[in-house]
């Protein structure tokens, strides 16, 4: 069974930072793409950023380029967000989650989430 | 960027009956749509991609339809458990990929 685990959401004031894990089982890791997408409180779901396998290719989106850092750590089985210069905006559920091996930007499997509040 | 637009925002219907969902995308996305259900308290699960592609684990009764700007997801015979935000997502056009703001379908 596919797993994913977030941890590292909190509170955290304009300006600050914080670091998103999200633990993976059930499946080689190493082989699959994956993402973060967030998702504001009662609001639609936002593709925030993506890195391919092996690290080769990394994406985000325009608002958090600058700012977020995405890794993975392949022999950990872990995917990383570093996130810096945190702003009201950036208020949300981050979600991990794998890109479907059949089809590119695709999200087959997610986890729970992790909340993060950004508020002075 | 491609603007991904549902409609209705909300959708009531009673068990058994019919659901039609809609999705428009700002240009063309060919068959680089899919669909996600979100559930209160839950991640969203991929429900169906390629337009009209189902994921696995979710039963005939969800059907997608369309290409092009103009999409359709169809839950033929509504059942308790359907109860969810649904949202459409293209991928033609990545990064990134654009997510519509969601219906609703709930119980009338």
């Known amino acids: 069974e596919v797993v994913l685990v977030e941890s590292g959401g909190g509170l955290v004031k304009p300006g600050g930072s914080l670091r998103l894990s999200c633990a993976a089982s059930?499946?080689?890791?190493?082989?699959?793409?994956m993402n973060w997408v967030r998702q504001a409180p009662g609001k639609g779901l936002e593709w925030v950023s993506y890195?391919?396998?092996?690290?080769?290719?990394?994406h985000y989106r325009d608002s958090v380029k600058g700012r977020f850092t995405i890794s993975r750590d392949n022999a950990k089985n872990s995917l990383y967000l570093q996130m810096d210069s945190l702003r009201a905006e950036d208020t949300a559920v981050y979600y991990c989650?794998?890109?479907?091996?059949?089809?590119?930007?695709?999200?087959?499997?997610w986890g729970q989430g992790t909340l993060v509040t950004v508020s002075s | 960027e491609i603007v991904m637009t549902q409609s209705p925002a909300t959708l009531s219907v009673s068990p058994g009956e019919r659901a039609t969902l809609s999705c428009r995308a700002s240009?063309?996305?060919?068959?680089?749509l899919a669909w996600y259900q979100q559930k209160p308290g839950q991640a969203p699960r991929l429900l169906i991609y390629?337009?009209?592609t189902r994921a696995t684990g979710f039963p005939a009764r969800f059907s997608g339809s369309g290409s092009g700007t103009e999409f359709t997801l169809t839950i033929s015979s509504l059942q308790s458990e359907d109860f969810a935000v649904y949202y459409c997502?293209?991928?033609?056009?990545?990064?990134?990929?654009?997510f519509g703001q969601g219906t609703k379908v709930e119980n009338k």
């Open positions: 989650a794998r890109d479907y091996q059949i089809v590119a930007a695709v999200y087959d499997s």
């Open positions: 059930g499946f080689i890791f190493s082989n699959y793409n």
């Open positions: 890195i391919s396998s092996t690290s080769r290719y990394i």
């Open positions: 240009q063309s996305v060919g068959s680089n």
């Open positions: 390629g337009a009209s």
């Open positions: 997502q293209q991928y033609y056009n990545w990064p990134p990929g654009t």
